[in-house]
């Protein structure tokens, strides 16, 4: 199916949205386009009557046309049924002239008055046409759209529904190691580890949610982590919001800070600084960790979970021209600064 462009999107919008009044103004016009041609020539040169006449006709033609005849998909047969609808319409609309206006037309219908209606029925129907064509091409996009929409549903949620395995794993293996040793914080990690998975598989599936929920999610995966690497790494996190209640797509900062828990955990004293700031609107995002080139980290761990990748295609899908993300790798700093004008 051909794509079609947001300029001409708008314009069939547009046009839909202000049909009634297409087809009034066209009727008002076709009534008093003769009028108009017989300004100056004497009042015998326009019979109101005799055009409402021929109006009352010109209407059966455009919606016959319009709602029956150009549906069928036989263009052939179409063609004959017009030519056939135009003579006996032609024929009628000349009787019932003369019955109404005393009219005295004798002539033969298959000579002047044969030209003169099949004429200005096909121009009719050629209008019918015209707007049978732009309302399929308004229907055609409003298909188009919904099937580019439930695509991008369908890809969204295949990207936000991709938990980390490694990530279940390590805590799991911190919170039995706790369990063994009778530790209070046992208890306090199985809730957050399942508030975790909750909003993944929950709130995680919505379209948006709060930045308040948000950000808890993200202060429940650094609290198991840093649990489990509280020996390693130190976690600076920075909160200035004006509304926690501004809402924000789920699971949109996860992957940034999973990638710096990644890299960070395998290099003893590494540093992660997190800051969340809202503003008028404003959303900012700013994550950093310190980095080893030299030193690689698991693989299974490297290719688990949503991946900045698929974040970066989601922001594309959500935020398009309302997002700038940069990230950059430099005297091994890994930062990543997310805006997004929400």
């Known amino acids: 199916m051909k794509a079609v462009t947001p300029e001409k999107s708008r314009l069939l919008y547009k046009f839909s949205a202000r049909e009634t009044l297409f087809h009034l103004g ?9 009028f108009l041609k017989s300004v100056g020539r004497g009042k015998a040169s326009y019979d109101f009557y005799s055009e409402f006449n021929d109006l009352f006709f010109g209407i059966l033609v ?23 609808l135009f003579c006996i319409l032609g024929y009628i609309n000349l009787k019932t002239h003369n019955w109404l206006l005393q009219g005295n037309h004798e002539e033969s219908f298959f000579s002047y008055y044969a030209i003169g209606y099949i004429s200005t029925y096909t121009i009719i129907s050629l209008f019918a046409y015209t707007l049978y064509s732009i309302k399929e091409s308004y229907k055609k996009q409003i298909l188009l759209e919904d099937i580019n929409n439930q695509k991008k549903q369908a890809e969204l949620s295949a990207l936000k529904s991709q938990i980390n395995p490694h990530f279940l794993f390590n805590t799991l293996n911190t ?3 706790s369990a063994l040793k009778n530790d209070e914080k046992t208890a306090e990690l199985i809730l957050k580890l399942s508030d975790n ?5 929950q709130e ?3 379209e948006y949610v709060s930045l308040k929920k948000e950000i808890r999610h993200l202060k429940d995966y ?14 600076d996190f920075q909160i200035n919001a004006d509304n926690y209640q501004q809402d924000i797509s789920p699971l949109l900062l996860i992957s940034f ?9 395998i290099l003893r004293g590494s540093i992660i600084i997190i800051k969340i700031s809202l503003e008028n609107g404003e959303f900012t995002f700013i994550c950093e960790n310190t980095f080893n080139k030299k030193k690689e980290i698991d693989a299974g761990w490297k290719e688990s979970g949503i991946g900045i990748t698929n974040t970066k295609r ?29």
């Open 62 to 84: 455009f919606y016959i046309s319009l709602l029956f005849v150009f549906p069928s998909k036989n263009k052939f047969r179409n063609i004959f049924i017009l030519f056939i």
């Open 175 to 177: 919170i039995y190691s």
């Open 314 to 342: 989601r922001l594309e899908h959500l935020y398009p021209n309302n997002h700038q993300l940069d990230i950059s790798k430099e005297n091994n700093i890994f930062k990543v600064i997310l805006n997004i004008k929400l």
């Open 197 to 201: 998975f909750r909003y993944v598989l």
């Open 204 to 206: 995680g599936q919505k």
């Open 222 to 235: 650094i609290s198991l982590q840093k649990e489990r690497l509280s020996d390693k790494i130190n976690v």
């Open 26 to 34: 066209f009727w008002i016009v076709y009534l008093l386009f003769p």
């Open 257 to 265: 800070v999973e990638n710096a828990f990644k890299y960070a955990s």
